[in-house]
Structures are given as structure tokens and as C-alpha cells.
């Protein structure tokens, strides 16, 4: 069974950083590509950001695009999404995401195989 472990959420001012992290199994972060979604009080959830297993690709939505890196530790089985210049239209549940082919299941906006729990980025004005 795939789990993934979430955290590094919290309260940041407008233009201020915050970097989730997104823990999994050796065994998963060796196979599968993996990213982030989040959903908005009263909205669907979105794409976010992913990256592929092997690392070499990346993929990010156009309204983070300048301001969010992902980027993967093999070292430490985890992916990280650093947020920066944070705008109060970013507050969400992040949710991180596994599937072996995120990048091309998120280009056809298909969802995800696996979800981890959230965490909560709140940014105020």
C-alpha cells in the first residue's frame, strides 16, 4: 500500500515562503512520479505541480509557474514544493499525489492514483 506523509503547512503573509514536504516508501519514491494538488474553500481541487520519478521532468500550473519549485530527495525518500512570493489566492489544502505516470495522467486531466492526506497553507493580506 502507498502512503504518502504531508507536511510543512502553516500561516505565512502575502509574499512571504513556506515548503511543504511529501514523505513516502523507498519502494514508491523509486517508481512513482509525484507532485501536488490543492483545492481552495469552495473549489475543485487543482494541479499544482508535479515531478517525474527519475526527476528530469517537471511540470507546473500556469498560476505558480516563477514562484513554486518541486524537486525530489533520494536520500530521504521525499519530494519537496517550495512556495514562493505566496499570494492569499494560494491559501489551500495541499495535497501531495503519487501515480507511476503523474506528468502524462495530469497533461490528460486524468486524476491521480494515490493522494496523501493535506495540509493547510493559509496566506494572509
Known amino acids: 500500500q502507498v502512503q504518502l506523509v504531508a507536511s510543512g503547512g502553516g500561516l505565512v503573509q502575502a509574499g512571504g515562503s513556506l515548503r511543504l514536504s511529501c514523505a513516502t516508501s523507498?519502494?514508491?519514491?523509486?517508481?512513482?512520479?509525484m507532485g501536488w494538488f490543492r483545492q481552495a474553500p469552495g473549489k475543485e481541487r487543482q494541479f499544482v505541480a508535479a515531478i517525474s520519478w527519475r526527476g528530469g521532468n517537471t511540470l507546473y500550473a500556469d498560476s505558480v509557474k516563477g514562484r513554486f519549485t518541486i524537486s525530489r530527495d533520494s536520500s530521504k525518500n521525499t519530494v519537496y514544493l517550495q512556495m514562493n512570493s505566496l499570494k492569499p489566492e494560494d491559501t489551500a489544502v495541499y495535497y501531495c499525489v503519487a501515480d507511476p505516470q503523474l506528468l502524462l495522467k495530469t497533461r490528460g486531466k486524468r486524476p491521480p492514483e494515490v493522494w496523501g492526506q493535506g495540509t493547510v497553507v493559509t496566506v494572509s493580506s
Open positions: 523507498e519502494r514508491t519514491f523509486s517508481s512513482y512520479s
